[in-house]
T-cell receptor
């Protein structure tokens, strides 16, 4: 099955700085990589996703990059704001009848 | 546009009691997922329905757990009898297109079994 590792587990940045969260996956057949943001007391919110036929995708201040050869993908948040503070989860899926496998999460804190 | 709706938001019950969690998926979505989230195990898929039919229930922990989807707009997750180790946040998610892609999560039900 798929195994997704996520680093770092916690990340503290100053407002305005960039934040990068990295994930690696094990199944070379994986073809879909979403990122979720979970605020305290709420459900995970899909913020961006990328498919294996694309190397990079941007949506305003967030971007995701995918390196299929190395089997890793990253979330980049630029110009961080206090409301970006949350736990971020990466996930991967692909192959036949596989499940969405989540990373262990990164707690991002944006300080003033 | 309403998102995934779950009820109750919080449930406290005693060991041995029956617990029923409810979910209304996003209108038009034909796939529904139940997840459990704990600090120790993270997010775990319990069961996946497509067009109201259970496709993958391999994540259901044991026979005490059961899930139904009688129609496209409603699903239940039942635990009978409940145990303290079932304490967790249970999420329902839905997606369109009949697969695991682009899942949208509900706010969750925090279950505490004493």
């Amino acid at each position: 099955g798929e195994n997704v590792e996520q680093h770092p587990s916690t990340l503290s940045v100053q407002e305005g700085d960039s934040a990068v969260i990295k994930c690696t996956y094990s199944d070379s057949a994986s073809n879909y990589f979403p990122w979720y943001k979970q605020e305290l007391g709420k459900g995970p919110q899909l913020i961006i996703d990328i498919r294996s036929n694309v190397g990079e995708k941007k949506d305003q201040r967030i971007a995701v990059t995918l390196n299929k050869t190395a089997k890793h993908f990253s979330l980049h948040i630029t110009e961080t704001q206090p409301e970006d503070s949350a736990v971020y989860f990466c996930a991967a899926i692909g192959g036949t009848a596989s499940k969405l496998t989540f990373g262990t999460g990164t707690r991002l804190q944006v300080t003033l | 546009d309403a998102g995934v709706i779950q009820s109750p938001r919080h449930e406290v019950t005693e060991m041995g009691q029956e617990v029923t969690l409810r979910c209304k998926p996003i209108s038009g979505h034909n796939s529904l997922f139940w997840y459990r989230q704990t600090m120790m195990r993270g997010l775990e898929l319990l069961i996946y329905f497509n067009n109201n039919v259970p496709i993958d229930d391999s994540g259901m922990p044991e026979d005490r757990f059961s899930a139904k989807m009688p129609n496209a707009s409603f699903s239940t997750l039942k635990i009978q009898p409940s145990e303290p180790r079932d304490s967790a946040v249970y999420f329902c998610a839905s997606s369109s297109g009949g697969g695991y892609y682009e899942q949208y999560f509900g706010p969750g039900t925090r279950l505490t079994v004493t």
